[in-house]
């Protein structure tokens, strides 16, 4: 078919001489099932949670058992994007500037985290630190910290889960960024340190940021791995997932939907930022 | 484009896991997922039929081991007397999980359950229609005490249930939003209490009953999910004392797990009902298998095997032959002492159950 042909025929679908079928049949195929998938099991929730209007979800979410685990869940997901956003940065950053021999492999083992079960997470990490094994005894017994079934072991589990998020923002930004400007930097005597927190580090915000924020969204909501290194101990270590779970099975759908709302809509927020973060980045390069 | 669609699928991941986190009663379990593909059985009557028929069976967790030993032993029965094949499907959740699972469409013909309150959910759901306290023992398949498992040789001195007050003392007992066997060591705990004992709680005095509760609840480190993950975690190390199943205990030591089973002076008997849910059997039309199943749970034999397994009989003459392998219990009461399920559920466990309030105090406690 000629160019010119195929330019006619395009002319003539879209001058509406007949229903495009293709065109709108993929819309609504592709509409149709985001709605079956996220939408309506989103208002199943909203419904739910809303089933006593806004004061019986505030009662519900205040109740304390429910606003400690949300309390609890909110610091330790802030404490471990901290802690990724540093150590996440500074892996992109040796991946990127520097190389060792199994550069490849580790580049690769960065996503694992993606691809297993949070509960076999969970189960590793009291492998690992549990009070009973060599690492947590010690630990105990030196720092007189407890890991496992205390907060330090949800936020280790939350730091294995998200690891790849902030290395995986912000890697490819560092591969595109122009290292003149650094040697220029360098040239004009700036030593190591300035260098990286005056030109190299600034083009990094955004995406940090981003990694950052989609990793705490992603912590709020994690249940496998909590509901085994925490000990689930409603004020000292019940994160809201899990409290959620208990809810569930006592048959306090209200309660459950309400906590999962205010964990919904924290997540959905940042969700949100993250796309303004984006918005201003895109319009930054163009 | 490609942060918008990792953006997506993280998006997605988020609002599955919530909605996961939300609903697990209808995650299926791999046994289950299996038998919802279960072609049901021909419908035509059981008599004179010799094409196989499949069983399903909704078990709560710690009965696993005996039902595995028994369900050989009814299926070459039944196949003896009818001539007809019988398969079994077997899940095993938590008690309450269980029950729910049923009621929301896991098509068990026969659910054998951790307390008589899971059961009543199932009739109230309007599944199980038949009058099962006709069943011997008033439907009652096996019976057990909440006890304790100790460390070898039990360093910390664990006799009962005051020790477990004690500072230091590290507990573990499931937690009672997801577990039958978490209740039956709460109402044990509680009742002893108030029965007069645990020394330093004057009999039938309910705050401090109450205040005792909260001085064993502030030792607790870990609350799992269930009866069963609560004594594997115990088994991995973790805790001084796990309060639990008398049969978990015993079905631990004999897999090889090192600890000791101590019996307070005080404490609960434990009731497992078992019934045919009568929608689904009916629906599959395995009555007649589902009906004889139960029955040869209650027969001698059977009741050997559960008592192999660490379950006590509430056949007596069972007991009695088997008395060597379950120590006596001072003070043995049930949960008639609480007036029953029906109330024992709200009093206890309920918004301003006796538990509930009990737990709210931990708050600004320790730690």
Known sequence: MSLASLDQERRKREGGESIPWGRWGMRGIALSYLFVLLIIPLVVIFQDGLSQGLGGLWHQVTLPIAWASLKLTLWTSAVMTLINSVMGTMTAYVLVRYNFPGKSVLNSIIDLPLAIPTLVTGVMLVILFGPQEALGAWAQRTLGLSIIFAPPGIILALLFITFPFVVRAVQPVLLSLDRAQEDAAATLGASAWPIFRRVTLPPLVLPLMTGALLSFARAIGEFGAIVIVAGNIPFKSQTAAVYVLGEVESENRLGASAVSIVMIAIAFGLIIVVDLLQARRNQGVA | ?367
Request: glycine share 8%; with cysteine; proline share 6%.
């Open chain 2, 1 to 367: 484009m490609r942060t918008k669609t990792v953006k997506l699928f993280i998006l997605v991941c988020l609002v599955t896991l919530l909605a996961g986190c939300a609903s697990p009663a209808q995650v299926p379990s791999p046994t289950q997922a299996t038998s919802s593909t279960a072609i049901p059985a021909a419908a035509s009557t059981p008599s004179g039929n010799k094409q196989p028929i499949k069983l399903t069976l909704g078990a709560y967790t710690t009965p696993r081991e005996a039902y595995k030993e028994l369900i050989p032993i009814f299926e070459q029965q039944w196949k003896q007397q009818t001539g007809q094949d019988v398969t079994f499907e077997e899940s095993y959740l938590g008690s309450g999980a269980q029950s729910r699972a049923i009621v929301e469409g896991f098509e068990a013909d026969i659910a054998a359950l951790s307390l008589e309150a899971d059961i009543s959910r199932i009739q109230d759901a309007k599944l199980i229609t038949n009058d099962w306290h006709q069943l011997p023992h008033n439907g009652m398949v096996s019976d057990s005490v909440v006890a304790f498992a100790v460390r070898p040789g039990n360093p910390k001195g664990i006799k009962d249930w005051a020790d477990l007050a004690k500072p230091g003392v590290n507990i573990l007992t499931p937690n009672v939003k997801t577990s039958g066997g978490a209740m039956w060591n709460i109402l044990a705990l509680y009742g002893a209490a108030k029965r007069g004992f645990v020394e330093g709680v004057p009999k039938d005095d309910e705050a401090a009953a109450q205040a005792f509760l909260l001085s064993v609840l502030k030792n607790v480190s870990v609350m799992d999910k269930g009866a069963r993950e609560s004594i594997t975690n115990f088994e991995k190390g973790v805790g001084d004392v796990a309060i639990t199943y008398e049969n978990e205990v015993l079905v631990g030591k004999q897999g090889g797990a090192k600890y000791d089973l101590v019996i307070p002076r005080s404490t609960i008997l434990i009731e497992n009902p078992v019934a045919v849910v009568d929608a689904y059997a009916d629906k599959h039309g395995t009555r007649a298998a589902a009906e004889a199943f139960v029955n040869f749970l209650f027969t001698p034999q059977a009741q050997q095997i559960f008592a192999k397994y660490g379950l006590r009989s509430p056949d007596p003459e069972v007991a009695k032959s088997t008395a060597s392998s379950f120590p006596k219990v001072e003070d043995l009461f049930m949960i008639d002492y609480f007036g029953g399920w029906k109330k024992a559920t709200p009093d206890i466990f309920g918004d301003n159950g006796v538990y509930t309030k009990t737990i709210a105090q931990l708050q600004g406690g320790s730690n």
